[in-house]
């Protein structure tokens, strides 16, 4: 089993450039509870980012507040390191090559993945032949533009879950987001649904898969494991 997992390359609160702006990136644990799940099962994971090379990190998830085993065993993990710091540009990347593609959140791909023409349309492919398409707290954002072939969204009348208002306003950002990936979703036809906030909470509905938070990164991996086991 191949899986590729797509990671932001966008590292601020705002558009790049932007003067005083915060950095932010991807969270960690999206990304390693997701990354053991799939390596922990023999899968064969593939690492891109709209830049190639190293994506980055969110420093907020490496406060002590936000680790789990899975960050420190990452921390740990000379060769998971030296992977995400060589991440493949997406240009050189095949949908037909993968079983099933991933996308970690953080706020970057608000920003980045959400426009990336070349992440759409890998999205769009995988969708066509439902292969599974999973995308956990903000990363259902690379939903934002991608089609059926009918024209109509991806997401449309497709239950989904994702980084709800309510948790966007707890951390401070509602004003600075370009949007609000819960509004967005619905504004898409999307069937939004979640959780209480900060608990983990999946949504699966035929081959698409969304998770709401960072607690739920792990189970949105595990259901995309069992679509393609």
């Not at 997401?155 to 980084?163: K, N, W, Y």
């Not at 967005?184 to 035929?206: A, P």
């Amino acid at each position: 089993m191949k899986v590729l997992m797509v990671l932001t390359s966008h590292d601020t609160l705002g558009a790049t450039g932007t003067e005083g702006a915060e950095k932010t990136g991807f969270w960690l644990e999206e990304f390693a509870a997701p990354y053991y799940v799939f390596k922990d099962a023999g899968v064969e994971i593939t690492l891109a980012s709209p830049k190639g090379g190293q994506p980055p990190l969110d420093p907020k998830s490496e406060l002590a507040d936000f680790q789990t085993a899975d960050t420190e065993r990452f921390n740990k993990d000379l060769d998971a390191q030296q992977q995400l710091n060589n991440t493949s540009t997406i240009d050189k990347i095949s949908a037909r090559d993968f079983d099933a593609i991933f996308y970690p959140g953080g706020h970057g791909p608000l920003w980045d993945l959400a426009e990336e023409p070349l992440s759409i349309a890998l999205i769009e492919a995988f969708n066509v032949v439902q292969k599974p398409i999973a995308a956990v707290c903000h990363a259902p954002a690379v939903f934002r533009h991608a089609m059926n072939p009918t024209g109509s969204p991806v997401v449309s009348q497709r239950q989904v879950t994702g980084f709800s208002n309510s948790e966007e306003d707890a951390v401070g950002l509602t004003s600075i987001v370009p949007f609000l990936l819960e509004d967005e979703l619905k504004l898409l036809g999307g069937k939004y649904e979640k959780g209480n906030d900060w608990e983990s909470y999946v949504v699966v509905d035929g081959n698409i898969i969304t998770g709401q938070n960072p607690a739920s990164s792990k189970a949105t991996a595990e259901a995309l494991l069992k679509k393609i086991a």
